[in-house]
């Protein structure tokens, strides 16, 4: 079965500092990976996504991510977090011929972003 | 083109009522899901509509169904209200099977 898992549930950078995200996936084949983020009391909207190809994606408001098959990983980075950056990020993994329009997601990662 | 549009935003129910959420998709997409998203479970798939069939179903009781009308527009319902039905229901569309998802702004359901 598949599954995401997000190790940090809770990340504090500074404001200019770098940042990196953790996901793992657990999947047979390569699957679809998304990255999403939530402001309080929203909806999520999609920064970015990976189906074939490029191993680096890159998305919306700087954000890039990285596929690396071989640590089952979808890391989400931005050179320089800016304070609106600060809200809740979400891995995704989609793919699978069974299971039409589901995203199974991680847990989410918490950014906080000080001043 | 305008996005994914949920209505109500908010709502207060009792337990033991029941309750009807709409989702308007993206123009153009066909395929509907939903959402729950809680503090403790996270966002957990309810079920997918692809004209007007749902093809996939998550692992929530039957108290909980959805449509799905022929304008692509869907409903879920849930009947026989629990304090823990108590969450934050996203609705997302997308225009293929398996591809990116464009998700509302969700309604925020409070049982009371």
């Known amino acids: 079965a598949q599954s995401v898992t997000q190790p940090d549930i809770h990340i504090t950078v500074s404001e200019g500092a770098s940042l990196e995200l953790r996901c793992n996936y657990s999947y047979g084949a390569t699957p679809y990976l998304f990255w999403y983020v939530q402001s309080p009391g929203q909806g999520l909207q999609l920064l970015l996504k990976y189906f074939s190809g490029d191993t680096l994606v890159q998305g919306i408001k700087g954000f890039e991510a990285e596929f690396k098959r071989s640590q089952s990983s979808f890391n989400l980075r931005k050179p320089s977090v800016h304070w609106s950056d600060a809200a809740e990020y979400f891995c995704?993994?989609?793919?699978?011929?069974?299971?039409?329009?589901?995203?199974?997601f991680g847990q989410g990662t918490t950014l906080q972003v000080k001043p | 083109k305008a996005g994914v549009t949920q209505t109500p935003r908010y709502l207060i129910k009792t337990r033991g009522q029941q309750v009807t959420l709409s989702c308007s998709p993206i123009?153009?997409?066909?395929?509907v899901s939903w959402y729950q998203q809680t503090p403790g479970q996270g966002l957990q798939f309810l079920f997918e509509?692809?004209?007007?069939?749902?093809?996939n179903k998550g692992n929530f009781p039957g108290r909980f169904s959805g449509r799905q009308f022929s304008n692509s527009r869907s409903e879920m319902n849930v009947s026989t209200l629990e304090l823990g039905d108590s969450a934050l229901y996203l609705c997302?569309?997308?225009?293929?099977?398996?591809?990116?998802?464009?998700f509302g702004p969700g309604t925020r359901l409070t049982v009371t």
């Open positions: 997302a569309s997308s225009s293929t099977d398996l591809g990116e998802q464009y």
């Open positions: 509509y692809f004209s007007e069939t749902q093809r």
């Open positions: 995704a993994v989609g793919r699978d011929s069974g299971n039409t329009g589901k995203l199974i």
């Open positions: 123009s153009g997409h066909r395929s």
